[in-house]
């Protein structure tokens, strides 16, 4: 008999699975389940996208791309970071196109981090970050965001986290699962504490987009004194309704490029070949597109959390991403038993808040990324789930 144990990385195996695909696998085998569970835009990638897909293929064009990818979209993607932020990348430098943004989130820490150091991290926030950072062998540092905050990063909370080993601190903003996002003055202020340490920045910035009311989304490559130490990392999945295709980028200094790009090429070669004459297309040509489902989910923004707030459960107005985080501590249920009831009794599906960090207790991640007639459908279930709760 073979011991596996003994084969597998210790430090691989203490990385617990993702909590958000529990629930997922949970409603797969059910029957007549309503999941707003997944963080998938539900519209189709726009067909002009598809048919830039389409026609490469059809042309032959199955070959690989240099590893950093295309020069057409790398130019494509710097003028979409001068266009909408006002910033320069250098296309042929300081660009890397990848695996979704996943793997940009996994190269960056990769190239980074020596064993022992310290990443700061606000939670809640997506699972992908503390155990990419021990992967890395680095120490995930963790500062828990408040739902009286808005769940936004304090500059105070983030100088208190720093220690003489940081290295490096993670902004996932517009947030998944709060729907939180940062504006221009608290980016500032976390910049003054950025540079008085000497730290780098992760900025995970794939729902740029989705930003809601007069609030535009504003990268913290934009303050002064942030473009030489940020990386960015961004992509297509959800602003052009691209999950599917599995691109993303990187933006940043030279010198850092240089080193995630060899990590790219000697992990992933290059990124999907049709995908990327897709993104061209999309970076052309999308912003109708985008405009359009950036509306679309603002209307249904307003019905989940108008709804939530009508039945009791408090929700502050998230205006990034498409996920709202209600409370659910007047229930007297833990955010596992509440998910894990409301499955088996309704058969909707959401997400425990903990997945997302132990600041999650109390809260559910919902998505609003569905059609009107699904969230109706799931909202009427859960009132129902509620007022049965409270007859006991």
Not at 107 to 119: A, Y
Not at 277 to 288: M, Q, S, V
Not at 310 to 325: D, H, I, R, S
Not at 339 to 367: M, N, Q, W, Y
Request: proline share 5%.
């Amino acid at each position: 008999m073979i011991d596996y144990n003994n084969f597998i990385n210790k430090k691989i195996s203490t990385v617990k699975p993702s909590g958000i695909r529990k629930f997922f696998d949970i409603a797969n085998e059910m029957d007549d389940v309503i999941s707003l569970s997944i963080g998938e835009p539900d519209f189709q990638t726009p067909w002009h996208i598809r048919e830039e897909g389409i026609n490469s293929l059809k042309k032959g064009k199955t070959w690989y791309s240099p590893n950093r990818g295309f020069a057409e979209l790398r130019e494509e993607i710097a003028a979409y970071y001068k266009r909408r932020f006002g910033i320069e990348y250098d296309a042929k430098k300081q660009t890397l196109v990848t695996v979704g943004g996943s793997e940009a989130i996994d190269l960056v820490f990769r190239t980074l981090l020596d064993p022992g150091d310290e990443v700061i991290i606000p939670e809640p926030s997506f699972v992908c970050y503390e155990p990419l950072t021990v992967m890395a062998d680095g120490v995930p540092v963790i500062i828990n965001t408040k739902n009286e905050d808005n769940f936004r990063l304090k500059a105070s909370d983030l100088r208190a986290a720093i220690t003489p080993k940081t290295k490096l601190l993670v902004l996932p903003f517009p947030n998944n699962p709060t729907g939180a996002i940062m504006e221009r003055k608290d980016l500032e202020e976390i910049a003054e504490v950025i540079r008085e340490h000497n730290l780098f920045v992760l900025s995970d910035e794939i729902y740029c987009e989705l930003t809601y009311g007069n609030k535009n989304h504003v990268s913290i490559a934009e303050i002064d004194g942030m473009y030489e130490r940020t990386i960015v990392v961004n992509g297509f999945s959800k602003s052009y309704a691209m999950t599917g295709w599995r691109l993303g980028y990187a933006l940043g200094p030279v010198p850092v490029i240089a080193q995630m790009t060899k990590l790219h090429q000697y992990g992933i070669m290059s990124a999907p070949t049709t995908a990327q004459y897709a993104a061209i297309e999309a970076l052309r040509n999308g912003d109708r597109d985008v405009e359009m489902m950036r509306g679309e989910y603002d209307m249904r923004r307003r019905l989940v959390v108008d709804s939530f707030n009508a039945m009791g459960l408090t929700c502050f107005e998230p205006l990034g991403a498409f996920y709202v985080f209600p409370c659910i501590k007047s229930t007297g249920l833990t955010s596992e038993e509440f998910c894990t009831r409301l499955i088996v009794d309704k058969h909707v599906a959401v997400v425990p808040g903990t997945a997302f960090g132990e600041s999650g207790e109390g809260f559910v991640r919902v998505s609003y990324s569905y059609s009107i007639k699904h969230l109706k459908i799931a909202l009427e279930r859960i009132k129902e789930f509620l007022e049965e709760l409270k007859k006991g």
